[in-house]
């Protein structure tokens, strides 16, 4: 009998996005997820961790995921819903409900438990996953994002790594699920975590790679025996290590400009045996639309003509619609203090919720995109030359003469002060 599974990841509940609440964005989301559980007669939902945005989220935002809850529930009976923990969220706050939504055929796995010996307790993290139906169909390791400690302990120093720990983990694990479970009904696993080689969205304010990326793991931790593995952490969908069975979801809603022309989706993947019959991503219908004026920067006369072009508020059914996020980019020759003013005079009527201006540099002559410091190097660094090398890094260009002529009367009237 065929198994029908919902892959999401990464909701972020509570979010604000450039200090705007998303709470609209996630509401619309959450109603389209509902309806494609119930027209697609989903049997199984499985969210890979970061359902919340913070690990102390606010009561509106636990007020939306449990509702959620409720009424897909009340509207598909026989669903089942496994949840584990991302690292934005509070393991055992996810956990504290658990005796109330293991009656709605709810699993939240937040934290590791281990035994009275101390050792992991592999039972609590390996569930079955049931058919609408009632029958087991196949099982579910529930593993939420590991911290230190968390995964079996070796003696091997050269294997205390927090790598091999998570793939200790999923082998353990996996050695459990067939000795318990058989190798019959197919295993599908979830994680929270970092893959290596997994691409990152551009300028993502929320994603972030733990531990400088000494926590990314391969693909390889994942045993091929798995007939799917859901992913959460990384917020573009995507498959890894070239295996299309172990897959990110990505976010449902978007993180970064960089997303302007990205489609989010969830994963619908339907297991009849041993390996998926079929994998298909679907496509979130977007709530909110991310526009960058003008495409590329151009001097900040050029971006005001193209501001006052937008539509009015007057012109659209804002009742119906919500406003789009906007990112001015603009084109300096020289620093224009005056210049934001100018754009939030533009946009007073205009149907557009402006998040950010980004100001970008002509490259300048002598300009070096690179140079490699020596530990002398930084030690005998100024605060100047500093700022120099962020600016540089950040804009891919020197910094203006007037910013640094700028820069040192603030440093000589400090200096005077200090005297």
């Not at 956990?95 to 937040?110: H, K, Q, R, S, T």
């Not at 978007?254 to 997303?259: G, Q, R």
């Not at 020759?333 to 998040?355: Q, S």
């Amino acid at each position: 009998m065929a198994l029908k599974i919902i892959h999401t990841a990464d909701w972020h509940l509570g979010q604000s996005f450039f200090g705007y609440d998303r709470q609209p964005e996630h509401t619309a989301f959450l109603k389209w997820l509902a309806e494609t559980v119930s027209d697609r007669q989903i049997d199984v939902l499985l969210i890979a961790g970061d359902v919340f945005d913070v690990a102390n989220p606010s009561a509106s935002a636990q007020r939306q995921f449990y509702h959620f809850l409720k009424e897909i529930n009340l509207a598909n009976p026989g669903l089942q819903v496994v949840v584990v923990a991302g690292n934005h969220d509070s393991a055992a706050r996810l956990e504290a409900p658990n005796p109330l939504l293991e009656e709605l055929g709810i699993a939240v796995v937040g934290v590791v438990k281990r035994n009275e010996s101390g050792e992991i307790d592999f039972n609590s993290l390996l569930l079955p996953l049931r058919h609408r139906d009632g029958s087991v169909q196949a099982y579910c390791m529930a593993v939420p994002f590991l911290r230190q400690g968390d995964y079996p302990p070796t003696d091997q120093k050269d294997q205390n790594t927090y790598v091999a720990g998570v793939e200790r983990m999923y082998r353990g694990l996996y050695e459990f699920a067939m000795e318990k479970a058989g190798t019959e009904l197919p295993l599908v696993a979830m994680g929270h975590l970092h893959v290596l080689g997994a691409e990152l969205s551009d300028d993502d304010r929320s994603e972030r790679v733990i531990m400088g990326g000494l926590e990314s793991v391969t693909s390889d931790s994942f045993p091929r025996e798995l007939a799917y593995t859901a992913l959460g952490h990384i917020h573009k969908a995507q498959k890894v290590g070239g295996r299309e069975e172990v897959r990110y979801s990505g976010s449902p809603l978007p993180m970064s400009f960089s997303e302007t022309n990205y489609r989010h989706q969830v994963v619908l993947v339907t297991l009849d045996g041993r390996t998926p019959a079929s994998i298909e991503p679907l496509i979130i219908p977007q709530t909110v639309a991310l526009m960058r004026v003008p495409k590329v920067p151009v001097p900040p006369a050029q971006v005001l003509e193209a501001l006052r072009a937008l539509p009015d508020k007057a012109e659209t059914d804002s009742a119906c619609v919500l406003a789009p996020f906007l990112e001015v980019r603009v084109l300096l020759t020289e620093p224009a203090p005056g210049f934001r003013n100018e754009v939030e005079e533009v946009l007073a009527n205009k149907f557009v919720r402006l998040v950010s201006i980004v100001p970008s540099y002509p490259k300048q002559p002598g300009y070096t995109e690179e140079r490699v410091l020596s530990i002398h190097d930084l030690q005998q660094i100024d605060p100047l030359d500093m700022i120099k090398r962020t600016y540089e890094s950040k804009y891919a260009n020197a910094l203006p003469e007037s910013l640094e002529r700028l820069f040192r009367e603030v440093e000589h009237e400090v200096q005077v002060k200090q005297d």
